[in-house]
């Protein structure tokens, strides 16, 4: 089975990074009963407690990265994650 670490870049009292966490956290429920889906994994990290992140990424955030890598900024659309996360295994 395939593995996917999800990365939450956030800060606190951020409503988009609000409305992200809710996307990512169901999009994985959804995820959880499929067979054909990766096990997914989610971290949550604030550029307030992070100098590099903050640098980065504190005009872009919320930024959920895949694997270490950059999925999508501001605003994360469910469809284009699941297909994402889909695509992984």
């Known amino acids: ?18 409305d992200a966490r809710s996307v990512v956290t169901s999009v994985m429920t959804e995820l959880e009963s499929r067979q054909d889906a990766p096990r997914l994994t989610l971290d949550e990290v604030s550029i307030l407690d992070d100098a590099e992140l903050h640098e980065r990424y504190v005009e872009e955030i919320p930024v959920l990265l895949i694997n270490g890598r950059v999925h999508n900024y501001w605003r994360i659309d469910p469809k284009r994650l699941t297909t994402a996360l889909l695509e992984l295994t």
Not at 3 to 17: F, Q
Request: glycine share 6%; net charge neutral; proline share 6%.
């Open 1 to 18: 089975m395939a593995t996917a670490s999800l990365t939450l870049i956030s800060k606190p009292g951020c409503h988009l990074c609000d």
